[in-house]
């Protein structure tokens, strides 16, 4: 059953007394499953997908600027003069999204559909393919607002640019959102029509995208799932937290899983609302430090770290590397430098297995470095880091927090999940 916004002002009173609220419920794993796309079967770098991830994630963080210049009328501090027109230029890529993501299970509408998503704390909205979507959906489950007797059109169209003059766009509906069992009431969420040519089947397994992030950067300019579910009363705390490592990957909501990780967190606190952007105190390379008062953007939909251009030359040249691949930087695979990022005093080494995207495809010696020349201020500090520490996301505090795995973090490559 589908209700428009107009039926519903009319129903208003029918359904505050109609429907209950549901109860506060403690906190919920879900299994998270990966697939990546950024080496050859020979540990040599995918040059492609490598020019993908950065793409993928300047737009998207360039959107976010944009979004939030829109709905709170301010320029976001970490955006470029000119970054858009440097995006722009280029040739075409074969990806438009990140080719290294982490996805899992929710169910929308009433009664549930079950769909596969992206977890993304670099976004704030819910994007689906909807059920009268073209060919560029096919592949994917789609969300059916029609057999949902939740659902309810808003009425408002939506353009989401996921690459260089691509565009996913729909409707936006409200609905039941479900994640492991905590429920979001009305919650709004977009079903496309059409998705852009990087999120085809083929290039792009979930079925869609949630964001994480905070409102003001919201292409919707609603509330994102999970604050929809703390402002509900569906979590015992306002806090979600990420393991990306084996054995075990998973996104636990209402709390952080304390099988998880060992010792206390070091938080760092959100230096500007939108993004989940704190202050990193410093970067070390071998003991010594290289750069300091960094701003960085915590980023489960990104896969490399992708640092300020002038910042990232600094570090390489510190450490002996040189330019490789238009935004990378290459440095001698017998000679891995301890790079160390320092959030909230405390100190956090970057594996040498995460340090390392791969080996040049141009000389075996020389590997690839994750971390990577950005045009926008913050940093992006992708899974590449994350994948070392149990991470924590806390809405009511604006702080993001780090841990010690209980287990030391390992490769890990997992199929899709099985839906019913």
Not at 211 to 218: D, E, K, T
Not at 269 to 297: A, K, S, Y
Request: with cysteine; charged share 15%.
């Amino acid at each position: 059953m589908r209700f428009t916004l107009a039926t519903a002002i009319v129903s208003v009173p029918f359904f505050v007394a109609a429907a209950p609220q549901p109860a506060k419920q403690g906190g919920k794993a879900i299994p998270l499953f990966k697939r990546s796309s950024l080496v050859n079967a020979d540990m040599s770098v995918n040059i492609e997908a490598l020019k993908s991830d950065v793409a993928s994630t300047r737009v998207k963080i360039l959107r976010g600027f944009d979004n939030f210049e829109r709905n709170t009328g301010a320029l976001h501090p970490s955006a470029v003069k000119g970054a858009r027109k440097r995006t722009s230029a280029g040739q075409p890529l074969d990806y438009a999204v990140n080719p290294n993501i982490w996805f899992g299970i929710i169910d929308v509408g009433t009664p549930p559909q079950a769909l596969v998503v992206q977890f993304d704390t670099g976004s704030s909205d819910l994007v689906l393919p909807g059920v009268d979507c073209d060919k560029s959906c096919n592949g994917h489950r789609v969300y059916a607002p029609d057999l949902s007797e939740t659902s309810m059109e808003v009425e408002e169209p939506f353009f989401i640019r996921y690459n260089d003059g691509e565009n996913a766009f729909g409707e936006q509906y409200t609905d039941t959102v479900s994640i492991s069992g905590l429920t979001a009431i009305d919650q709004t969420l977009g079903a496309a029509s059409h998705y852009s040519d990087g999120l085809r089947f083929e290039r792009f397994l979930p079925d869609g995208i949630m964001g994480m992030a905070f409102q003001s950067i919201s292409v919707f300019n609603q509330c994102p799932v999970f604050q929809t579910l703390v402002t509900q009363g569906q979590t015992n705390e306002p806090v979600f937290a990420f393991s990306l490592a084996a054995p075990g990957p998973e996104l636990y909501i209402g709390g952080t899983n304390p099988n998880m990780y060992t010792g206390d967190f070091t938080w760092a606190h959100v230096i500007q609302h939108g993004f989940w952007e704190v202050n990193m105190d410093n970067v070390m390379r071998n003991g010594e430090v290289v750069l300091t008062n960094v701003p960085c953007i915590i980023d489960t939909g990104t896969a490399l770290i992708h640092g300020f251009a002038e910042d990232v030359e600094t570090l390489y040249a510190a450490i002996g590397g040189m330019p490789g691949y238009n935004s990378f930087y290459v440095f001698p695979c017998d000679a891995v430098p301890n790079i160390v990022f320092t959030f909230g005093g405390s100190p956090f080494p970057i594996s040498a297995e995460t340090l390392i995207i791969g080996i040049s495809p141009d000389d075996p010696a020389y590997c690839v470095g994750s971390i990577i020349a950005g045009n926008h201020r913050s940093w992006i500090v992708g899974s590449v880091f994350l994948r070392n520490f149990y991470t924590a996301f806390d809405v009511s505090n604006m702080r993001v927090g780090f841990s010690t795995l209980a287990q030391p973090a390992t490769p890990i490559e997992s199929p899709m999940p099985v839906l019913p």
